[in-house]
């Protein structure tokens, strides 16, 4: 699952150290919501990979600020992980359309 990428790469990185942490502050959501999803079996929601999403952007930024050439690695990696987010969304979005029949 995406949210658990990104939360151990958070976690290699020293930016995280708790899921609690991840969920509360990355994702918007509570807690025990990456065990809720394992538990039941599901997809995140748009809402939390958004959330995810913007704040790997937002700490990129700052990484790429503080010094481009300590953080280079960190800072490909989280950007990569944002946009994997965004596929997911989209991946989301195009099951439903699909589902309801809708084409091209």
């Not at 995280?16 to 918007?28: M, R, S």
């Not at 937002?58 to 800072?75: C, F, P, Y």
């Amino acid at each position: 699952m995406i949210l658990e990428q990104v939360r151990d790469a958070l976690r290699e990185a020293n930016i995280i150290t708790t899921d609690k942490e991840f969920c509360e502050v990355w994702l918007g959501k509570s807690e025990c919501y990456l065990r809720s999803l394992r538990f039941n079996d599901i997809s995140p929601s748009a809402d939390a990979l958004a959330n995810c999403a913007a704040r790997l952007a937002w700490t990129a930024s700052g990484l790429r600020a503080r010094d481009a050439v300590a953080h280079a690695h960190w800072v490909d990696v989280l950007s990569d992980l944002r946009v994997d987010c965004y596929r997911a969304m989209d991946t989301q979005a195009q099951s439903k359309w699909l589902q309801k029949g809708v084409s091209a």
